[in-house]
């Protein structure tokens, strides 16, 4: 004789529903993204406590980010992408992309690593960096790409006698040049609100 299954109700059993989230766990993650935010924009970036490693983007010939921080090189002014020079031959020369240039080229998207000296009024760190064992903030001086504002006094008197880069040709100063042009600082403040936000998340819960 075939005996059929107790059905469910006879055996005390409930069929399982479907978990459906009241409207408070609903609520719950854009409280916490809102909550997060008003935390991030009172507490913006400080100078961080220790080196600063990641991988890069270059902005110019002297700033670039590093991880979610904006970097600029300390004891060097390098042209302003906009900038045009004058070289050997007379002739116009986009100075400051070709400093962009040779930065990119020597770092591309590879790993920095960058110790902190201070903040400047766009919050960026200035820092000294390397990559590959090489200060870049010399390598840029030394190849006349960039001039030297408070170090690398050696580095630009060397560049200046063999004239490289913008010592072959005549140029303007870079600050003389955005004081000129009106413009405080071409590379401007870190990136946008947007991606900044979700860097310090990143690494403030998930590093």
Known sequence: MRVRPMPAW?????????????WSSR?????????????WVGTPPGLPSGVIVGSSRVVDGDTLDVG??????????????????LDAEG??????????????????RSEVTCLPIELDRYSRVIATCEHAGADL???MVTAGQAVADGR??????????A???????RFE???DWRRAHQVEDASGPPQSPIITFFNWVRNMFFR
């Not at 979610?68 to 020079?85: F, H, K, N, T, Y």
């Not at 116009?92 to 591309?108: F, I, T, W, Y």
Request: with cysteine.
């Open 10 to 22: 006879a055996s005390g059993r409930r069929k399982r529903q479907p978990y459906v989230p009241s």
């Open 27 to 39: 609520l719950l993650v854009p409280l916490v993204a809102l909550g997060l935010l008003v935390i």
């Open 68 to 85: 979610s921080r904006r970097v600029r090189l300390v004891g060097i002014d390098a042209p302003e992408r906009a900038q045009e020079c």
């Open 91 to 108: 002739q116009s020369s986009p100075c400051g992309e070709l400093a962009r240039k040779l930065l990119a080229d020597l770092v591309g």
């Open 137 to 139: 903030g010399e390598v």
């Open 152 to 161: 690398y006094g050696d580095a630009e008197y060397d560049a200046r006698v």
């Open 163 to 169: 004239q490289r880069g913008i010592w072959a040709g």
């Open 173 to 175: 100063f870079p600050a």
